[in-house]
């Protein structure tokens, strides 16, 4: 049984095409979705050979994210996009990548020519979502009018792309600049690609249309080569469901803060939203900067984009850089008991420092005080899909703690204060802070 | 003067804010609220009293004393503050426009806690 799965709003175009689509093959079966919470359901249970995603956004899903989680839910599907925004009415085909792309309105025959062609195909290992390339992300932020700025790790090389909506206006790696760096960056064969969604452009710097310039890509490869030729190419994009957090077996493993299981279990229920990468999809052993999440801004409508973030591994380097910022804390904030750069999403620490004689242990305050951040990012998403949290004040009888959020990430500086401390102060040197600690974070690209 | 009395009053006087109410410490319910109704205040109000929760709960772990009175959230929608009133039952709470100023807010609350406390409900005396 070849299974697809289509996902589109429109409801009206489902009911259509689960009626009518291949209906003279008994061996292909098609099941629909209108919104992410279905398209999840039938993603984790089924077997699912194609996946067929409109690209607009929705307020009930987000096709380039919902592409982006079936990478790792469906790493042997292929995937169809569905698009309304090519201007010249034909499907756009990269020379690059793997995804397919049709064009809306469609004719019901076109589509399942398509789809009878992949399920020709689906004894091949090769054009599985597994493989999605650069190509393919470029493709689907263009033709999804997306505004973004994609990182590009290399083992030792670093690079940008600046996608603003749906154009590629500015790109750089390695000493080249504009069109010859993307055509450089869609050769590398490792690395890891992080988005970024709020972000001041370049100025523009790529003469070719996004079209032009990844058929272009191609030719240019053929005749210059790629960077290195080994065939492993790793793009820990995220996806946006939802997943709990990960749980200790047994109290006592994995516990060094000496929770309760029962604790762990009710501070892990908190993790909405706050993805956390899974271990056992990574293969390399590349050093892991922080994974910041693809954003709030990054869609051309409002309101749709994830709201989550991941920092997953930082390399011990990272983080030294990190705890060196950290003086700052101690030399400018006068009352200061003990300033932390933490991961809201579990409360762990990244960097901390204490006034002399603090008895207040960071581990321990990260871990329940990320309890309150946690919340406050559950009210801002209930307050809409694209609100961001940016601060956090806690004023007591005896202590303020101030919270400041790494914009669009789960990063949070966090100060602990005596009661009679400068706040205004505090609150200015966390400002300061945050670009020296981006930078940082991300391995000094920006 | 009654406690919504109160609420309109201080939403008129203090610059930005779009709607502010009283919650139950106890169980997170709005007691009154005024204001914009296009302002999810039960929301709001719902989990700034969780957070007010798990506050406690991470200062009796870590050792901290003395109990939150205030607490703020600045997100991209808007500016949201928390006061606790009277023995800390209730939790008055005011949601202000994007980019308010958030120490003046803080202010009007504090200068007008005494007044939205009094019209609290009060228990009986004797009780």
């Not at chain 1, 010859?180 to 690395?191: F, K, N, P, S």
């Not at chain 1, 602990?416 to 400068?422: P, Q, T, Y």
Request: proline letters at 4%; aromatic letters at 6%; hydrophobic letters at 45%.
């Amino acid at each position: 049984m070849f299974q697809l799965l289509i996902v589109d709003a429109e409801e009206d175009l489902l009911w259509a095409l689960s009626k009518n689509l291949c209906k003279d093959r008994p061996d292909v079966r098609v099941k629909t979705a209108s919104n992410k919470k279905e398209a999840l359901a039938i993603m984790r249970s089924d077997r699912i050979d194609l996946l067929v995603a409109d690209l607009r956004s929705s307020a009930e899903f987000d096709g380039f994210e919902l592409i982006l989680a079936a990478k790792d839910l469906l790493p042997r599907a292929r995937v169809l996009a569905m698009t309304a925004f090519s201007t010249d009415g034909a499907a756009f085909t990269p020379s690059m990548g793997i995804a397919r792309f049709i064009n809306k309105p469609f004719d019901i025959q076109v589509l399942q020519d398509v789809v009878l062609e992949v399920e020709a195909q689906r004894e091949s290992a090769q054009g599985v979502l597994s493989e999605l390339a650069l190509a393919d992300i470029l493709a689907l932020l263009c033709l999804s009018k997306r505004t973004l700025r994609l990182h590009l790790n290399h083992p030792n090389r670093r690079g940008r792309i600046e996608v603003v909506q749906g154009e590629i206006l500015h790109a750089e790696f390695d000493g080249r600049v504009g069109d010859e760096a993307v055509y450089t960056l869609m050769g590398l064969r490792q690395g890891n690609i992080f988005m970024q969604g709020d972000f001041v452009p370049a100025p523009p710097s790529v003469k070719r249309r996004w079209q032009e310039l990844l058929n272009q890509a191609r030719q240019w490869l053929d005749t210059h080569g790629a960077v290195e030729e080994e065939p492993v190419v790793e793009i820990p994009v995220e996806g946006w469901e939802e997943e709990p957090a990960d749980v200790p077996a047994a109290e006592g493993e994995s516990n060094p803060l000496g929770f309760s299981a029962e604790e762990f279990r009710e501070l892990a229920m908190d993790e909405i939203d706050l993805m956390r990468h899974r271990e056992g999809q990574r293969e390399d052993s590349l050093p892991r900067p922080p994974m910041l999440r693809p954003t709030s801004s990054m869609g051309m409508m409002p309101g749709h984009g994830p709201r989550r973030s991941e920092i997953s591994d930082p390399s011990q380097h990272t983080l030294e850089g990190v705890g060196a910022l950290l003086g700052d804390y101690r030399a400018e904030i006068e009352g200061l008991r003990l300033g932390l750069v933490i991961n809201a999403s579990d409360g762990t620490v990244l960097a901390s420092v204490a006034a002399d004689g603090e008895r207040l242990e960071a581990e321990v305050s990260a871990a329940y005080f990320s309890e309150v951040i946690r919340i406050a990012l559950k009210l801002s998403h209930a307050l809409g899909e694209d609100v961001g949290l940016r601060s956090v004040q806690l004023s007591a009888d005896d202590y303020h703690i101030l919270v400041r959020m790494l914009p669009d990430s789960v990063i949070a500086q966090m100060l602990i204060m005596e009661a009679d401390a400068n706040l205004g102060i505090g609150a200015y040197v966390m400002r300061r802070m945050e670009g020296r600690l981006f930078a940082t974070l991300l391995g000094g690209e920006v | 003067m009654t406690l919504a009395q109160g609420l309109e009053r201080f939403l008129a006087e203090a610059q930005g804010a779009l709607a502010t109410s009283v919650v139950s410490m106890r169980d997170g319910t709005t007691l009154v609220s005024v204001g914009s109704p296009a302002v999810e205040v039960n929301a709001i109000d719902a989990y700034l009293v969780e957070a007010l929760r798990r506050q406690r709960r991470a200062a009796q772990r870590t050792g901290l004393s003395g109990e939150v009175q205030e607490i703020a959230f600045d997100c991209s929608a808007g500016v949201l503050l928390g006061r606790l009133l009277g023995d800390g039952e209730y939790l008055w709470t005011m949601w202000a426009a994007p980019e308010s100023n958030a120490a003046l807010a803080r202010a009007w609350m504090r200068a007008r806690a005494a007044e939205v406390a009094a019209a609290l409900p009060q228990p009986m005396a004797g009780a």
